[in-house]
């Protein structure tokens, strides 16, 4: 079967930096996504990895090992608007997305 | 820009009786989908349409039916609602079914007894 691990819910300090793991086994690979989800509110778009290697956005980077199905997202100088679910999917070989759980990024003063 | 509005936003529906949750895009997107998001679990795939007047089941697709008529409406309807249908249901929406990042609307909270 395919499955997406994330873990539950994490928990950070303003100000510092967290890393939120991804590991996958689907049917195919046609990239990675993460997406920010606020409570209450829908999810959105983040990053897209395909190829190995780091992808760097302003504060947020993501990293991509197709060899390991393995992926993580970095969050650098935390804001309390943070706090936020955050959700890794991956398209799988018939271009479906496959979702994890999602993590719950709690952020501390 | 609209982007993707759903309708209603909240709902509550007794056990039973249908009832069509609406979702309409301005992008011209060809591909749309339905999920339904419940605690402790990832976004699950009920149904998708990769173009309009084509439509396949996701995961969890029985119970629920959608039509695709236009590029723009992409409705989901319950026939007889059962509790286990209570959920958050988002519409999304991208480029193509192999391009692009997904669009989200709002999201529905419908509520079963």
């Known amino acids: 079967g395919q499955n997406i691990d994330q873990p539950t819910e994490m928990t950070a300090t303003e100000g510092a930096i967290v890393q939120i793991n991804c590991t996958y086994q689907?049917?195919?690979?046609?990239?990675l996504f993460w997406y920010q989800q606020h409570a209450g509110e829908a999810p959105t778009f983040l990053s897209y990895n395909v190829l190995d290697g780091l992808e760097e956005k302003g504060r947020f980077s993501s990293f991509l090992s197709r060899s390991k199905g393995y992926s993580y997202l970095l969050l650098k100088e935390l804001q309390m608007k943070d706090s936020a679910s955050y959700l890794c999917?991956?398209?799988?070989?018939?271009?479906?997305?496959?979702w994890g759980a999602g993590t719950k990024l709690i952020i501390k003063p | 820009t609209a982007g993707i509005t759903q309708a209603p936003t909240s709902q509550i529906l007794a056990a039973g009786r249908s009832m069509t949750l609406r979702c309409t895009q301005d992008m011209r997107h060809n591909a749309m989908y339905w999920y339904r998001q419940d605690l402790g679990l990832g976004l699950r795939l009920i149904h998708y349409s990769n173009t309009a007047g084509t439509t396949g089941k996701g995961e969890v697709p029985d119970g629920y039916s959608v039509s695709r008529a236009n590029t723009d409406d992409f409705p989901l309807t319950l026939a007889s609602a059962v509790p286990s249908q209570t959920s958050v249901y988002f519409c999304a929406s991208k480029t193509g079914a192999n391009t692009g990042e997904l669009f989200f609307g709002e999201g529905s909270r419908l509520t079963v007894l």
């Open positions: 689907t049917s195919g690979f046609n990239g």
């Open positions: 999917a991956v398209m799988d070989s018939n271009y479906q997305l496959i």
